[in-house]
Nanobody, 122 residues
Framework: VQLQASGGGLVQAGGSLRLSCVAS????????MGWFRQAPGKEREFVAA????????LYGDSVKGRFTISRDNRKNTVYLQMNSLKPEDTADYLC????????????????WGQGTLVTVSS
């Protein structure tokens, strides 16, 4: 199983980025997908999650209204569109996969990928 995140980079405050995470080695459409982030010296933070079919989503309070999670089950890919970025969004962003679905933000994921670094300058 591999979850490969990409799309990170350096952006100015107020800008946008779109992250992608391609999954391989698992039946992608059977897994809920999540995005998390971890800044240096801070705990891992839930960002967003999307249910298997893509019709249900969850967001962390700090990103609501600015970030949008989506998925393309034909491409085994989950996306995170990040708009109105702030310096406090600077972190390593990781994607993860889990069986089932949680109606509340959860860290109980089965598979984790490597991160992609997002840096937002002020």
């Amino acid at each position: 199983v591999q979850l490969q995140a990409s799309g990170g980079g350096l952006v100015q405050a107020g800008g946008s980025l779109r992250l992608s995470c391609v999954a391989s080695g698992l039946p992608f459409s059977n897994y809920a997908m999540g995005w998390f982030r971890q800044a240096p010296g801070k705990e891992r933070e839930f960002v967003a999650a999307i249910k298997q079919g893509g019709l249900l989503t969850l967001y962390g309070d700090s990103v609501k209204g600015r970030f949008t999670i989506s998925r393309d089950n034909r491409k085994n890919t989950v996306y995170l569109q990040m708009n109105s970025l702030k310096p406090e969004d600077t972190a390593d962003y990781l994607c993860a996969a889990r069986r089932g679905w949680s109606v509340a933000p959860s860290y109980n994921y089965d598979r984790w990928g490597q991160g992609t670094l997002v840096t937002v300058s002020s």
